[in-house]
C-alpha cells in the first residue's frame, strides 16, 4: 500500500522519501521501485543516518568526523589524567570499562539524554552508589564533550542530533510529497525527534508503518514506538485484526509468546530443526534451500538465512553452498585476527615487548615472515643450541659457523637489532613494527609462496590483503596517538588492546558472491522485507537472545531505579523485548515456510541449551502436531548418516558411496555422473569379491578345543602380539587354523591390503625420522623416500602404472603429513609446547604385563612433548597407522582392541629405561587412518582440547585416573584370553566378525560356523 501511495506521488510530480531500519530492507524497497517506476530517479530510499548526514553536509564540512577508535582514545586520555579519582577509579585503565563508557554516552546521546539529565537524575536517587556512578559517568560525558568542541571534532551521533536544527532551513523539503517510514520496531530518541521536527513543519503526508503486530509483545510497541508517536501528532491507524485461520508459520507469528497451545494441525510450513555441529546446521539448511530451487523453483534471491553469529558460520556457509552450487549473497571474507600472516606479524609486537623465545621461534618459522629456505637452515640450526639461555640469539649466533648459516645469521641479526632498539614513547614502538614488516619483504615472500605452489590464488589474495591491513592498522594507532593520546612507553598495554580489537573488527575481503543469491542476514535487519522461506539458525540460549549489548556498568538493581527514573534504555528488559521482536521479524519476513534450527553442542563438544523462543514456539503446538513439527535429536555420530534421497552434492554421494552397502545404492543417483559411477563399479567389485558364501550346517572337531598334550606343545612357540591377541578375540578358529595349523589363504585383495599399510608404514618411518622440519611439508623429501621405496616393490606392468602409483600415494601422504603439521601447530598454539614425532617403528619386548607371557611389537610412532626451554617434559602421544578406518575406545574396553593398550604398556618401560624420563604421561592413544586422514582411540579428556581442533576428537574421553582403571581392566581381558588360547580352547566366537558384513572370510570354506545354534560343540581333536 505504501509503495503505491508513493508511486502516486511520483506520478504528479513529487519526490518520495522512504526511511527504512536497514541496508537489507533498502535494497528489497529499490528492487520494488525499479519494477513499479523503471527506476529511483524520484524516490529518496535511505536509512536515518543517511539523512541526517544530507541535513547536515555544511556542518560536517565544519568539522573533522571521529571514528570510534578515535572516541576511545579520546575517553582514554580524560580517565587518565592524574585528577580523575572517581568511584571507577580501580578500572579506568581497563579496555571493557573504556567500551562500557562509550557504550553508555552513545546510548545517552542517541536518546537526546545530556549529561546535565543525567546529573539531575542521579542527585534525585536515594541509592548512593548509583548517585556516584551516574555523576561519574557525567563527568566523563562532559569532558568528552568539552575536549571534541575544543578541537573542532565531532562524532557520528553528533551528526544524528545537530540535523534536528536544520530541517526548517533545509530546501531539500520542498519538493517532497510524502515521507514513509517503514519497518521500524522502536525509534531512538533523535530519529523520534527528527521525525518530530519533519512533522511539525511539513507541507507532505508522513507515514510510519510497524510492519507487524503480536499482541502478546505488544505493549513494548505500544509503550515505545507507538506512544512516541502519538505524542508528536501521529494517528494511530490499526489494521483489521487478523483471524486464527492461516499457514503455521502465520499462526506462530502471531500468537508467540502467549503461552496458548493454539495449533492442532500441521501443514509443513513451521519446522524446528536441531544439529550437533555448525557445519551440520549449515549442510542441512543447504540440502533444503537446494531442494527449494531444484524441486518447487524458488528463486535463490527470495531465501533468507538469519544468523546471529555470522562470523561463526561464515566459512561453514561459503565452502558448504558452493559444495552444493547454491549462489549465495554473501561476501567471501575472513577476520584479520583469524589469519594465520596476522598472527605471525602479531609474534614481531610480542617479541620486542618480551623478547621471548616463543614468539623468536615462531617469527623464524612464519612462512610469511621468513623466506623457506631460511626456515629450513633454522630448523637445522635450532637443533644445536639449548634455547633455555636468556641470550638464545647469541647462542644460535655463536653456534652457527658453516657458511651456509650466513644468510640465516643476518636475518637474525636484524631481528635482535629490531627488539633492542629502544623508544621514547608509543609512536617510536609501533614505527619500529612497520620498519621491520618491511625489512622482511613480507610481499615477496607471499609471491614466492604463490609461485611455488604452497598457497593458491584465494589465500595468496587474502594474505596480501592481511598484511596491508596489519600495515594500515598499525599507521592508525600511531596517528591516534600522536593526535589524541598519550604516547608514553607505558601505553604499550593499551596499545595491544586496539590492535587486538582493531584486528578482530577487520574484514579481508576478496569478493560478493551472487547479486542473485541465497541472503545471509542478522536478525537485526530483520525489518521490512519479505521471503519465500526463511531459516534461523544458531537459535541458542545466549546467541538469540543475545545480551551483549547490555553495559555492565549498571547491576540489576541500578536498571530497576534507572527504568523509573525514565532511563530504560539501559534496562536488560528493553534489549530482551527488542531481542523477541527480532526473532518474531525473522518469522514474520516469511511468505511461506519457516526453519528453526538450534545446536546441541558447540564447536568444543560442550552441551548447548536451546533458546527459550524455541520453546516458546513449541507451547504453541499440541502434543500430537509438536511431536510432526520437532525433528529427532541429531547427535555428532549421526551427523554424516546421509539418505538417498537427501544427498545434495557429489561430495555426499562419495561418502554415502564409501560407506554403504553397494548393492542397496539407488542407481540412479549415478545418472550423469560418470566419474562417480567409476567409483561405484570400483567398490561393487571389491565387494562382490569379497562377499560371504553360504556355508552349511554340519560341524566337525574344528568347533571346539584341543585337549590333547601332543597338540598343547605347540603353543608354546606361539609369538604373542596385541595383533595374534586381537586375531584370537576376533575368532578363535581362524587363528588356530593360521597360527596352529599353519594355514594361509591367498587372498590377492587381502594381501595388496597388506603391503600397501607395509609401504605406507616404511615411507612414514623414512620420511619422519629423516626430515628435520617439524612444521612444513618437505615435498622433495617425501618423493625421494616414496622412490626409493617403491623401487622394491614389483608386480606393476609398466612404469606409468608405477608412476599413477607412487603419484596416488603421494597425494595420500601429503595429505596425512599436512594435517599432522596442523594437529602438532595447534597443540602449539593451545600450549606453547610441541609434540615432536621422535620414535618410529619402535620395536619392544615385554614380559611385564599380561600374566607375564612375552609380548612383541612394534610402535608405528611416540611423539614426545618438548617445552618452550627445549627440553622433554615427560608427556607423549602414541600413534598407530591404519590403512582405512579406525576404531575407538570403546572396542579396548569391549576386549575386542588390545593393540592401543598393548603399546603404552611397552612405551612406558620404553621411555623409562631408554631415555631416563621418571614419571611418562601419557596424552592419549591414537589410531591415525593414512587414507581418511582421521584419527581416533583412547584420549585423556584434559588433553582433547589441545590434540583435537573443535568438536573432533573421540566422543569418548577419559579422566587421568580413569585412564590407569581403564588399561588395568583391558590389561585384565587380555590375561583371560591369553589364559584361555594357551590351554587350549578354539571355540568358535558366538558371533561371527564376518556376519552381515561385506568382507569375505578367507577360511569360510573350512569353517562350521552357524548363527542359528545356540550352542557350539567343545568336543576336542
Not at 502478546?216 to 483489521?240: A, Q
Not at 616404511?762 to 620420511?767: D, F, S
Amino acid at each position: 500500500m505504501l509503495i503505491e501511495k508513493s508511486m502516486e506521488t511520483i506520478r504528479n510530480g513529487k519526490k518520495v522519501l522512504y526511511i527504512l531500519p536497514s541496508r537489507e530492507a533498502m535494497f528489497d524497497v529499490r528492487d520494488k521501485f525499479i519494477r513499479l517506476n523503471g527506476g529511483i530517479v524520484d524516490a529518496d530510499i535511505f536509512v536515518f543516518e543517511d539523512m541526517a548526514m544530507l541535513l547536515c553536509n555544511d556542518f560536517i564540512k565544519d568539522h573533522t568526523v571521529i571514528s570510534t577508535y578515535e572516541m576511545k582514545e579520546i575517553l582514554r586520555s580524560i580517565l587518565r589524567k592524574s585528577y580523575y579519582n572517581g568511584y571507577y577509579r580501580n578500572v579506568k585503565d581497563k579496555a571493557g570499562f573504556l567500551e562500557s563508557v562509550l557504550s553508555f554516552i552513545k546510548t545517552a546521546k542517541r536518546n537526546m539524554i545530556d549529561p546535565n539529565d543525567i546529573k539531575k537524575i542521579a542527585n534525585g536517587l536515594e541509592r548512593n552508589v548509583l548517585r556516584e556512578k551516574l555523576n561519574n559517568l557525567a563527568e566523563i560525558y562532559i569532558n568528552y564533550e568539552d575536549y571534541k568542541n575544543k578541537n573542532g571534532l565531532i562524532d557520528v551521533d553528533d551528526i544524528s542530533v545537530n540535523a534536528i536544527q536544520y530541517v526548517n532551513i533545509s530546501n531539500y523539503f520542498s519538493n517532497i510529497g510524502i515521507v514513509v517510514v517503514d519497518g521500524f520496531i522502536n525509534l531512538d530518541g533523535v530519529n523520534m525527534q527528527l521525525l518530530r521536527k519533519m512533522a511539525l513543519n511539513s507541507d507532505y503526508d508522513i507515514y510510519v508503518n510497524i510492519p507487524f503486530k503480536n499482541e502478546y509483545n505488544e505493549i513494548f510497541i505500544k509503550n515505545g514506538i507507538v506512544k512516541d508517536l502519538l505524542e508528536i501528532g501521529f494517528r494511530l491507524n490499526e489494521m483489521m485484526e487478523e483471524s486464527i485461520d492461516g499457514s503455521n508459520a502465520e499462526k506462530v507469528s502471531k500468537y508467540l509468546y502467549s503461552g496458548k497451545e493454539i495449533i492442532k494441525s500441521v501443514d509443513g510450513t513451521l519446522m524446528i530443526l536441531n544439529s550437533p555441529s555448525i557445519e551440520h546446521e549449515v549442510r542441512e539448511a543447504a540440502r533444503i534451500i537446494k531442494k527449494k530451487i531444484v524441486f518447487e523453483k524458488v528463486k535463490p534471491e527470495n531465501i533468507a538465512v538469519f544468523v546471529r553469529n555470522i562470523d561463526d558460520y561464515r566459512e561453514n556457509i561459503i565452502d558448504i553452498f558452493d559444495e552444493m552450487g547454491i549462489p549465495l549473497r554473501f561476501n567471501d571474507g575472513k577476520k584479520l585476527i583469524s589469519m594465520m600472516i596476522s598472527g605471525d606479524i602479531y609474534s614481531l609486537i610480542t617479541y620486542k615487548i618480551n623478547h621471548d623465545f616463543k614468539s623468536f621461534d615462531s617469527i623464524m618459522k612464519s612462512k610469511y615472515l621468513m623466506p623457506n629456505e631460511i626456515i629450513d637452515v633454522y630448523n637445522k640450526a635450532s637443533k644445536l643450541i639449548d634455547v633455555s639461555h636468556s641470550n638464545y640469539e647469541e647462542e644460535i649466533l655463536s653456534a652457527l659457523n658453516d657458511d651456509e648459516f650466513e644468510r640465516l645469521k643476518k636475518y637474525i641479526r636484524m631481528l635482535v637489532d629490531f627488539k633492542e632498539k629502544q623508544y621514547k614513547d608509543a609512536s617510536e614502538f609501533l614505527e619500529s613494527i612497520l620498519n621491520i614488516i618491511e625489512m622482511l619483504k613480507i610481499d615477496s615472500n607471499i609471491m614466492s609462496l604463490y609461485e611455488s605452489g604452497i598457497i593458491d590464488g584465494r589465500n595468496f589474495v587474502y594474505s596480501l590483503k592481511a598484511l596491508e591491513a596489519m600495515k594500515q592498522i598499525l599507521k592508525n594507532v600511531v596517528e591516534l596517538k600522536k593526535r589524541y593520546g598519550g604516547t608514553s612507553s607505558d601505553d604499550i598495554e593499551a596499545i595491544q588492546e586496539d590492535l587486538l580489537d582493531m584486528m578482530a573488527n577487520c574484514d579481508i575481503m576478496i569478493k560478493n558472491l551472487d547479486i542473485e543469491g541465497v541472503k545471509v542476514v542478522n536478525p537485526d535487519l530483520a525489518r521490512g522485507q519479505r521471503y519465500n522461506t526463511v531459516f534461523i539458525l544458531g537459535a541458542n540460549e545466549g546467541d538469540f537472545p543475545s545480551t551483549s549489548s547490555i553495559n555492565p556498568i549498571f547491576d540489576s538493581q541500578d536498571e530497576a531505579y534507572l527504568k523509573n527514573s525514565h532511563l530504560y534504555v539501559f534496562s536488560r528488559n528493553f534489549e530482551i523485548e527488542r531481542e523477541k521482536i527480532r526473532f518474531n521479524s525473522c518469522i514474520a519476513s516469511s511468505l511461506g515456510d519457516v526453519y528453526i534450527s538450534y545446536r546441541t553442542t558447540d564447536e568444543e563438544g560442550n552441551k548447548m541449551i536451546k533458546s527459550p523462543f524455541v520453546y516458546e514456539v513449541e507451547s504453541l503446538f499440541d502434543e500430537i502436531s509438536l511431536g510432526k513439527v520437532v525433528a529427532p535429536i541429531v547427535y555428532m555420530k549421526d551427523r554424516f548418516a546421509y539418505e538417498v534421497s537427501n544427498l545434495s552434492s557429489e561430495d555426499e554421494i562419495m561418502y554415502f558411496l564409501a560407506n554403504s552397502k553397494c548393492d542397496d545404492v539407488d542407481l540412479n543417483i549415478l545418472s550423469y555422473r560418470t566419474n562417480l559411477a567409476k567409483t561405484y563399479q570400483d567398490i561393487s567389485y571389491l565387494s562382490s569379491l569379497e562377499r560371504k558364501r553360504v556355508t552349511c550346517n554340519e560341524m566337525n572337531e574344528y568347533t571346539g578345543k584341543i585337549r590333547k598334550e601332543e597338540n598343547l606343545k605347540i603353543l608354546d612357540g606361539v609369538h604373542l602380539s596385541a595383533s595374534s591377541l586381537n586375531s584370537y578375540v576376533a575368532c578363535p578358529f581362524r587363528f588356530f587354523v593360521e597360527t596352529l595349523l599353519d594355514i594361509k589363504v591367498s587372498d590377492k585383495s587381502i594381501e595388496f591390503k597388506k603391503n600397501m599399510g607395509s609401504t605406507y608404514h616404511e615411507i612414514l618411518m623414512k620420511y619422519y625420522s629423516e626430515n628435520k622440519d617439524l612444521y612444513d611439508v618437505n615435498e622433495e623429501k617425501l618423493k625421494d623416500v616414496i622412490d626409493k621405496t617403491c623401487e622394491k616393490l614389483d608386480g606393476f606392468k609398466n612404469d606409468i602404472i608405477l608412476e599413477k602409483f607412487k603419484k596416488e600415494m603421494y597425494d595420500t601422504l601429503f595429505k596425512l603429513i599436512a594435517d599432522d603439521i596442523s594437529n602438532r601447530l595447534n597443540y602449539y598454539r593451545k600450549t606453547g609446547a610441541e609434540l615432536i614425532p621422535s620414535m618410529f617403528e619402535k620395536k619392544f619386548e615385554i614380559d611385564s604385563h599380561y600374566g607375564g607371557y612375552r609380548f612383541y611389537g612394534k610402535i608405528d610412532r611416540i611423539d614426545l612433548e618438548r617445552s618452550i626451554d627445549g627440553n622433554l617434559t615427560g608427556k607423549y602421544l602414541i600413534y598407530d597407522y591404519k590403512l582405512g578406518a579406525v576404531g575407538g575406545l570403546r572396542q579396548c574396553v569391549d576386549g575386542l582392541d588390545f593393540q592401543l593398550p598393548t603399546y603404552y604398556m611397552a612405551a612406558e618401560e620404553i621411555l623409562i629405561n631408554e631415555l631416563g624420563i621418571k614419571n611418562p604421561s601419557c596424552l592419549g592413544l591414537l589410531y591415525y587412518s593414512v587414507e581418511n586422514v582421521k584419527r581416533n582411540g583412547i584420549m585423556l579428556d584434559e588433553y582433547k582440547k589441545y590434540i583435537f581442533k573443535g568438536n573432533a576428537g573421540p566422543r569418548d574421553v577419559l579422566s587421568e585416573s580413569s585412564f590407569d582403571v581403564i588399561m588395568d581392566w583391558i590389561e585384565k581381558k587380555g590375561i583371560e584370553n591369553v589364559g584361555r588360547m594357551m590351554t587350549g580352547s578354539f571355540n568358535l566366537p558366538e558371533g561371527c566378525p564376518y556376519d552381515d558384513s561385506n568382507i569375505r572370510c578367507p577360511y569360510v570354506s573350512i569353517c562350521r560356523y552357524d548363527k542359528r545354534e545356540s550352542k557350539r560343540g567343545e568336543n576336542g581333536a
